[in-house]
């Protein structure tokens, strides 16, 4: 199936190289959010919230054809 | 044909019925319903003292003003000036202009005050604030009575920073009434790129008294309370104890976790804000009515992984913005007025320049404000982050 994933802030960074942050996924069925931000190379503890089409969602929850995933990290600044 | 007032009055009393006060003081007492206590005086005799609960058109501004106080021809009107002769020539223009239920207070307000019937007296402006907040008065969802909200409200801002700045700008030029602000930071001239309070003579001086020249300077009307100490476990309570919401403009994460747990504790709500780069957020966190920031962000990040302005850098217009935003959210908490982003994270890309908003929701595991919270007392937030 083919998922969408939207890098914000920080995360920008794990974009393929010269790629948009949004970047389209080949995953297998039942993946999870979870396998997504793996197969992005994120490192565990760095993804932030993710958010499945605009929702707050936990990162153990599986997968569906077209479903936009956003990783939003918390920002320090202020 | 010449027609005296009498003739008029006769004409209008006979389509707009007359009661006393006293029928009026007993329907007030078996509840208006949806009738609406109407005070056609001018604005200056309503600021003296009127009936509870009366909504103020002046006489010269009926029929403009009328169709957007009371939207509903059937609403049942119960009109009144001073002496009850302009309530009944305003009750007639009220049928023409098609309200099929509307009476006239025989003797008016004098009478009504006169026999002891309970009258209520608005916030007194001065002459000063009248003009200063004039543009506010036109706005519905503000009116003296949000005014006065606004003048009465505390507001304790975490941070004299790029955040804190355009906040603490606003929230004074609004006419926030007290407005403390914690920082135990100096003025430094790499933060003039975006902290606004701050000028180049005072490089050296404490944020909190740069922010409470700035402040006092623009309006006279607000009481800034300087705080020139770091916020911690053992002064936040105390620290928020006064205030009615806080607004987060921090720059650490020991810090922002602090405020939450303690902001859920003491059930005060917290205007959230934070920026990284060209990117920043903002929510508003409304203990056990939304989620808190550990609902959003249940772990900080790994240290490291969430640099700060001042190792990765910051557009300076950006805290700008979303201090702006903070701003807004806090007035409306003030207010009562219109949807604010509880519930919602609002994310801004300044380079994209795209704003995203995402559905938060509140975690039934959540550690302060979940189901079974494990954390009921303030711990050390510089460990829970990693920093020891």
Redesign the interface.
Known sequence: MKVTIKL???LRKFAPEGGSDEIELELPEGATAEDAVSALGI?E??A??A?IN???ADLTVSLAEGQVV?L??????? | MKRSLQDVLKDARAIVPEVSTDEVSARIAEGLGKAVLLDVREKEEFREGHLPEAVSVPRGFLEIQIETAIPDRDTPIVAYCQGGTRSLIAGRALKEMGYTDVVSMAGGYGVWKGAGHPWTQDHQFTPDQLQRYSRHFLLPEVGEEGQAKLLDAKVLLI?A????SPTAYYLAAAGVGTIGIVDDDTVDRSNLQRQILHTEERVGMPKVESAQLTLQGLNPDVKVVPYQERISSENVMSLFADYDIIV??????PT?YLVNDACVFLNKTNVH?????F???TTVFKPHEG?CYRC??P????PG?????AE?G?LGVL?GLIGCIQAVETVKLILGAGRGLMGR?L?L?TLAMEI??????RDPECPVCGESPTITELIDYEEFCGLH
Do not use: W, Y
């Open positions: 914000f802030a920080g490192p503890g760095h932030g919230a958010f605009n929702e707050r956003g939003i990290p918390p920002l320090g600044g202020g | 941070g920073g790029g955040l804190g987060d403009g921090c720059d650490n994460f922002r804000g934070s920026i990284f780069q990117e920043g957020q989620p959003l962000f772990e900080p990040p790994p992984a969430a640099p700060s302005c990765a910051v805290p994270l994310h890309d995203n908003t995402m559905k938060l929701r």
